[in-house]
Structures are given as C-alpha cells and as structure tokens.
C-alpha cells in the first residue's frame, strides 16, 4: 500500500467526485429519514493543502484551486455551492488551505440522525482519519479492508444511504476486485445508492467494468467520465469516472451542467472532453 492520498488531495479527480457526490447527498438527505454513509477507501478525511505532499505533486493548482478562481454561469455556481461551502468552511476552521476528502465532506453535510462507516486500511492514514474526524457519535472509524468493510455493513440497517467505493487502483486487479466487491454488495441490497470511482489509464478496463454490471443485471445505471485533455498512455493520470447506481433522479440533469463547466475549468490541452451515459434503466 504506497498509495498516500495526500499528494494527489484537490486534484482534478477529487473536484471530480466530491462535486459529484455532494450533489447525490444533497437529495439523499432531502428525505428526514435517517440514512447511512458507507465509505469502503476513506483516506484521512482532511488535507493541509500547504503539506510537503501536497506541494511536491502540486495537484490541487490543477483542480480546486482552479475551481475557486472561475466564475462559473450562475445555474453551475448554484449546483456547486453546497460542496464549494464545505470546502470554504474546512479552510475557515484551520485557518490554512485545506480540502475536505470525502468522509468530512459527509459528515459535514449529514445530520444528528445520519451515520457514517468509514473503512480505510492503512494503519498510519486511519490514525489521522480518526484525529480529523474527530469526536462524533454518529461515525465508526475502522481499519479494515474496504471490500471486507462492504461485506460487513451492506446492507445498513437504515436500508437508505449511500456508498462510495473509491480505491487506489494500485493492484493491477483492482477493476476486478470492485466489480466483485460491489456485486455481492448489490445483491443484498439493490435499492441502495453506489458510486464506484475508477481512473481512465486504460479506458478499456473501465468499459469492460461498465459491461460486467450490465450484463450481470445492474439497473438504474449511470457512467460520467472526464477527460482534462487527450488521453495518455504514460504519465500523470488525465481522466476519470463514476459509475452510478440507483443515483437520485435529478443527478443526469444536473450533471449534463456540472460536467461541461467542470471540464472547461479543469483542461490542461487539447481533447478535453467530458461523457454522460444511462446504461442501464429500471
Ligand atoms: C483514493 S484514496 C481515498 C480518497 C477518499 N475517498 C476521498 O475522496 O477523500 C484511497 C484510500 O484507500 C486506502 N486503501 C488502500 N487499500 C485499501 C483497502 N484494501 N481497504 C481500505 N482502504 C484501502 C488508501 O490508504 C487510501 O487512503
């Protein structure tokens, strides 16, 4: 496990997603019920913007420091407000430049009758996950394998929540891993909502991902992609996705607004390119 995401925290991929995902949250807790979040590869939930990792990749120039210096058209600002808040209040509380990962950005976001399970293998990360976390009854902490994680608390006992599935791709079986991981996931509980991140290194894993779902079944399914240029076959990761089951209904519509602005903001060349796709209906 060399992976640190502390070196890539605020990138393009995290702008990416974490937009993404606050806007599924957004509607998830528009209904009072409670409702769980499952988060299977937390990181450590804070990132110090100004850490000697974070300036040797110098990541976040390219991504949410880009974000906070464009003036987006007023329907784009609105969608984007409620995750810009989060970003702006964890920067207000430290009083330095700092970007919430996923885990602050939901447990910013949901409320006294929500609760949160937080898996993250990595001994030294879990121990600043649980020091930036801090005290918050509504959360378990848990070193232990994200897949394992999904075994353990799918489905939560809300029956309503969401679940980010969001790895490293370190392991070259990775694509096989999630599919698995999220498969036997969805069988037990095929109501719940699933955002499964991959990286576009070699876009043919992440289409073979797409069809293995497909075939085995999934429905209500989405993909959202995003290129920042052309894609390379060596060299800094230049594109991602989400695949997205049972999202909120609104999540297409609005995305066909986020992706292009996001794109735009975000493009280091030429080939810059963003994609929306229902692939699988009810
Ligand atoms: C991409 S980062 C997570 C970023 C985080 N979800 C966010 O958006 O802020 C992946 C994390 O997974 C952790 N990790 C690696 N292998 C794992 C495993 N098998 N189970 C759980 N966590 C793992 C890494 O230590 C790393 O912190």
């Keep these: 496990m060399n992976y640190r995401h502390a070196f890539h925290a605020g990138n393009f991929a995290d702008v990416f997603k974490h937009a993404l995902l606050t806007r599924i949250l957004f509607y998830l807790l528009r209904k009072p019920t409670p409702m769980r ?66 885990p602050l950005l939901a447990a910013q976001l949901l409320r006294p009758q929500d609760r949160l399970i ?5 001994k030294d990360d879990r121990r600043l996950l649980t020091r930036h976390m801090g ?42 891993f999630l599919a698995e991981g999220f498969l036997a996931a969805y069988r037990r509980w095929p109501t719940g909502t699933y955002s499964l991140w991959y990286p576009l290194k070699h876009p043919s894993q992440a289409h073979h991902l797409a069809h293995h779902l497909i075939a085995s079944g999934v429905k209500r399914l989405l993909r959202m992609e995003m290129d920042i240029c052309a894609w390379r076959a060596e060299g800094p990761l230049t594109g991602c996705g989400f695949l997205l089951v049972n999202p909120p209904h609104v999540l297409a519509e609005e995305a066909q607004a986020l992706l292009p602005a996001l794109t735009h903001a975000l493009a280091i060349g030429e080939g810059a390119d963003w994609r929306l796709e229902q692939l699988a209906g009810e």
């Excluded at 409620?82 to 207000?92: E, K």
């Excluded at 937080?118 to 990595?122: I, K, S, V």
């Excluded at 994680?149 to 079986?173: C, H, N, S, T, W």
């Design 37 to 102: 979040y499952i988060d299977t590869h937390a990181g450590i939930g804070l990132y110090d913007l100004t850490s000697p990792q974070a300036l040797r990749s110098g990541e976040s120039k390219q991504g949410i420091e880009r974000i906070l210096t464009t003036q987006f058209e007023a329907p784009v600002r609105e969608l984007l407000q409620p995750w810009l808040d989060q970003v702006h209040s964890c920067a207000d509380a430290t009083g330095k430049a700092c970007y919430p990962g996923s």
């Design 118 to 122: 937080l898996c993250e293998l990595h």
């Design 135 to 176: 005290r918050d009854a509504r959360l378990k902490v848990i070193e232990m394998d994200g897949y394992m994680g999904l075994k353990a608390f799918v489905p939560p006992m809300e029956r309503r929540g969401l679940v980010l599935i969001d790895p490293p791709f370190e392991q070259p079986d990775e694509f096989e």
